[in-house]
């Protein structure tokens, strides 16, 4: 990492010390409405116990709002932190340029950027300099204006209608990318957010609401989501293979034996439930022929493979959480995929695609397969992350993500019977980056599925848009 600032960018930084020396502290009406929205939009995405630090926070306006554990602020001028202590009087504050943030050994699970980027005399040498307060599992939150509307802003600045502000950049979202990955931060999601940044007579929160997530292109703030890139090399980790079996009696022997032990140690968990057939004393006649093999069984008392899953992970002691459905269409032997996608930091969600390789003539009926491709758009589109196949049952997280989401299951509710858009839901409110690993899709060798498709196609319909209003419109 580069330390050294040059010339050039530190008589950037005095020129804007200078300026908001004697700036107002006390913001303007419009501005004071703009920093609501955008702190409503920052709580959404922020844990309520994250600890919280913002660059560039001026005189706490944006800061006072969110809603945090612990929150620190930094800003270059003094004047401008006088203001802050006294408007957010439990934070903390610090005198500095973020370019040159030294702040010892505190590091924060949330690092705010909010419409200062673009002030930044070296933006790729301040991204690079944030890894001093980031840990591996800090969430960078960036929102800056969107370049379409400089004009308008431009003009509402000469009616007076907006502060003034010193020279500054407009960089687009492609410019914001790539500075990100120049500086070692991996991009998670983008989206835009805000169409109309005041009240406009109780039309304002409507628009912003219904309108600007299907026109976010044109809004006025642009958020990105980052998280750091991990260097060195993936630790070994134990996993638990969590496997779901209702009436799959003629499979449980290929699932032990197909499946790999991977990292330091693989437990594979049978979670049988209600079956008409022998899968009960198929798992346990399985299990006592593998000695070798670190098995655990059980019976689930609810329904469901959400609650098969569920209660597999209750008694889960890997590192590594993953789903193996056992109608074995999904290959084993494609784990180890999943396991490197995590061990090596590459995500934090791997989540398997079955639409990517020809699959075998019988082994999804046609309208199945619309329906997936329709989910998978849908997804795509609310999670602002490329989400092909949404029901494929394979998905892999780490013990810690799957707390986290358990913890906060509340906000989505629990109505999810098969556990995939639960899971797939809880990681984007964690904002967890999540990774396609496409499979090839067999053809089922035993029994018939347990899939009601009008049914259960109503169900999970029903699942998105009560999702997406907890997602999207916002």
Not at 448 to 466: A, D, E, P, S, Y
Request: glycine fraction near 8%; hydrophobic fraction near 50%; charge should be positive.
């Amino acid at each position: 990492m580069n330390t050294a600032l040059s010339s050039l960018a530190c008589e950037h930084l005095d020129r804007l010390r200078a300026f908001y020396a004697t700036a107002p502290t006390v913001p303007q009406a419009g501005a004071r409405a703009y920093r609501t929205l955008l702190a409503h939009y920052y709580n959404l995405l922020i844990p309520a116990d994250a600890s919280v630090l913002e660059i560039g926070c001026g005189s706490g306006e944006l800061l006072a709002q969110v809603r945090a554990a612990r929150k620190t602020g930094l800003d270059l001028s003094a004047t401008q932190i006088a203001a802050a202590r006294q408007r957010v009087p439990g934070a903390e504050f610090f005198v500095q340029a973020g370019e040159l943030v030294d702040l010892g050994e505190r590091r924060f699970d949330v690092i705010i950027i909010s419409d200062t980027l673009n002030l930044a005399a070296d933006v790729q040498h301040l991204l690079e300099r944030l890894h001093l307060v980031a840990h591996p599992g800090t969430r960078l939150l960036i929102n800056f204006q969107n370049s379409l509307w400089r004009p308008l802003l431009s003009l509402a600045r000469l009616l007076g209608l907006k502060a003034a502000q010193p020279q500054n950049s407009w960089l687009a979202s492609s410019d914001v990318l790539n500075l990100l990955q120049l500086a070692g931060w991996s991009a998670v999601w983008r989206q835009g957010r805000i169409l109309v940044p005041f009240s406009a007579f109780g039309l304002g929160p409507l628009v912003n609401r219904w309108i600007a997530p299907v026109l976010q292109w044109f809004a006025l703030t642009i958020f990105i989501v980052a998280r750091p890139e991990r260097t060195g090399p993936a630790r070994a980790l134990t996993v638990s293979v969590v496997i779901p079996a209702r009436n799959e009696a003629g499979n449980i022997a290929a699932a032990v034996a197909r499946t790999a032990d991977m990292g330091a140690g693989t437990e594979l968990i049978f979670v049988e439930g209600h079956s008409r057939d022998d899968t009960w004393a198929q798992i346990q006649k399985v299990a006592a022929a593998n000695p070798a093999r670190k098995i655990k069984i059980l019976q689930q008392t609810g329904k469901g493979k959400g609650d098969a899953v569920r209660a597999g992970f209750a008694v889960a002691t890997g590192d590594i959480l993953m789903i193996l459905d056992a109608d074995l269409t999904m290959p084993p032997e494609d784990l180890p995929k999943f396991y490197d996608v995590l061990a090596s930091g590459r995500a934090e969600f791997a989540n398997g695609v079955r639409l990517v390789y020809p699959m075998d003539e019988k082994a999804m009926q046609f309208l199945n397969l619309c329906a997936n491709k329709a989910f998978g758009l849908i997804f795509t589109w609310l999670l602002g992350q490329p989400v092909k196949d949404t029901l494929c049952g394979t998905k892999v997280l780490s013990r810690a993500h799957y707390d986290s989401i358990a913890a906060n299951r509340a906000y989505f509710g629990d109505f999810d019977p098969f556990g995939d858009f639960d899971l797939l839901f809880g990681a984007a409110k964690l904002n967890l980056k999540i990774a396609d690993v496409p499979i090839r899709y067999r053809e089922r060798t035993y029994g018939t599925t347990n899939i009601q498709r009008w049914k259960h196609g109503v169900l999970l319909l029903r699942m998105v848009l009560f999702a997406a209003r907890k997602v999207k419109f916002v």
